[in-house]
Each structure stands twice: as structure tokens, then as C-alpha cells.
């Protein structure tokens, strides 16, 4: 298998169809059988499950994998990770902000890296519509952050499309454990703490409609998952046992 492409799923009936019309004809027509789309339906209280499985039926390319918990993108990309047969492995999200020919940069630029990943940040990088300036304003404020806090030279953590090679991601999937905002950052940073070069080109997005994203509160959210994440790599990581047993449950409660 050359290529696997994991899409994390939740609550995404109206968005996920237009994504696999667009990426299942595209890497079909390019691999054959040596590609599988990956859906991890995870959570969900609406038809994605019945939506992933109709096109499981009709592609042989598709495989689903149903989560009943709201693990979050992260642990449903490790649920991928985990059971991903390809030579190399990557994710992108539902909503088909990355178009196929996008995602298949990344795979003609990783090169001898052990990770490639999307920026939206970079000269040369196609976004549209432009998002709004809040929006803006919070991705580079967290981008900063990240860079003071990690030693992360990467223009954008957090952009939907990245790939890996199955030798990196076997590496550091024992490690992974952060299912909320800080996934991609811990894996990075669990990439970069194994030693694998990570490469970022820029890429061409698009804004799609239908996002439930609240940008101050995902701002503060990132904030506290940002802090979590460099006190669980710090002699200071009692601290986030304390927080777990005392403030999640009322931060962030169970559904």
C-alpha cells in the first residue's frame, strides 16, 4: 500500500460527501488499490457513519472505522494511525478545505523527510475566501506561542494536511496521547524529539462553510491545551495530574 489518507469525522453528513467526490476520484485514478481513504467516524450524533458507509459500498478504496465516543480529531487520527497499512500516512480534515491536488503535493515534496505538513502562512500559500482578521489575529498569536514554548519553526501547526512516513508514525504513536487542539503540536513535537526532519510547503485552501468553530472560546481553549502540553514535557507535569482530577471535569465536561 502506497498511501493512506485518514479523514477524522464528526457530525460531518453535509460536508464529508463533497470531500470524498473530490478525493476518491482523484486518488483512485492516481494509486488504484494502492490507496485507502480512511474515514474515523468518531462521536457523531448524526448520519456520517450512514454517509461513510455508502461510499465504502461503492469504493473499495474506502475503509471506516466507527468510534461511538467524542474522542476528538486527534484520537480519531490516532485510531487511523493505528490500523494505516500505507508507506506513507497523512490526514485531512472533512471539510475539503485542502483539495486533493493539494494533498497530493505533499506527497510529491516529502522527499527523504520523515513528515511533510501544509502551511497556510508561507509565500506562495492560496487561501480563500481571506479569513476574517479575528481569526487571523489568533492563528499567529498561537503560532507564536507555539514557537516560545516548543522551539517550533513551522509557520502553521495547525493546517488541516499532513503527511508522514508508516516508519514515523510507528515511531511515535506509543507517545501520542493528546486528542484535543494540542494533537498536532504534541505530534510534531513527538516527531521532532525522535529526530525526524519535518519539511513545510506552502498549500492552497479553501474556506468552507458550515464550521462551528468560536474563535475566542477555541482561543482560550488552545491557550489551556498549549500550557497543558509544556508542563506534561516539564519537571513541572504534577501540576497537570492536579488539573486533571480538579478543573477538567468542570472545563471540560464528558458529553
Keep these: 500500500m502506497q498511501l493512506s489518507i485518514i479523514i477524522p469525522a464528526f457530525n460531518e453528513e453535509a460536508r464529508l460527501g463533497r470531500t470524498l467526490d473530490a478525493y476518491l476520484p482523484y486518488f483512485s485514478g492516481r494509486y488504484g488499490d494502492n490507496v485507502e481513504i480512511m474515514i474515523i467516524v468518531n462521536g457523531s450524533r448524526d448520519q456520517t457513519a450512514v454517509v461513510a458507509r455508502d461510499y465504502a459500498a461503492r469504493y473499495r478504496q ?13 484520537g480519531a487520527i490516532m485510531l487511523g494511525f493505528a490500523r494505516a497499512q500505507g508507506e506513507r500516512v497523512g490526514y485531512v480534515d472533512a471539510d475539503g478545505a485542502t483539495p486533493p491536488e493539494a494533498f497530493q503535493q505533499l506527497v510529491e515534496h516529502i522527499g527523504s523527510a520523515g513528515a511533510i505538513i501544509a502551511s497556510r502562512w508561507l509565500r506562495g500559500a492560496q487561501v480563500s475566501p481571506r479569513q476574517p482578521l479575528s481569526r487571523r489575529i489568533a492563528s499567529r ?48 513535537f513527538q516527531l521532532h524529539r525522535a529526530g525526524f526532519e519535518i519539511v513545510e510547503i506552502p498549500t492552497v485552501w479553501r474556506d468552507v462553510s458550515g464550521s462551528r468553530l468560536k474563535v475566542v472560546w477555541a482561543s482560550l481553549d488552545m491557550l489551556m491545551a498549549m500550557v497543558r502540553l509544556r508542563l506534561i514535557y516539564s519537571p513541572l507535569k504534577w501540576i497537570v495530574s492536579l488539573y486533571d482530577v480538579t478543573l477538567a471535569p468542570w472545563i471540560h465536561p464528558k458529553d
Design 62 to 74: 474506502v475503509r471506516v472505522i466507527i468510534e461511538p465516543s467524542p474522542v476528538g480529531k486527534g
Design 141 to 188: 498569536l498561537f503560532n507564536k506561542m507555539v514557537r516560545l514554548m516548543f522551539g517550533f519553526n513551522i509557520s502553521d501547526t495547525q493546517c488541516g494536511a499532513k503527511l508522514m512516513t508508516g516508519a514515523a508514525v510507528r515511531r511515535v504513536l506509543p507517545y501520542l496521547g493528546i486528542t484535543r487542539w494540542a494533537f498536532d503540536v504534541d505530534l510534531l
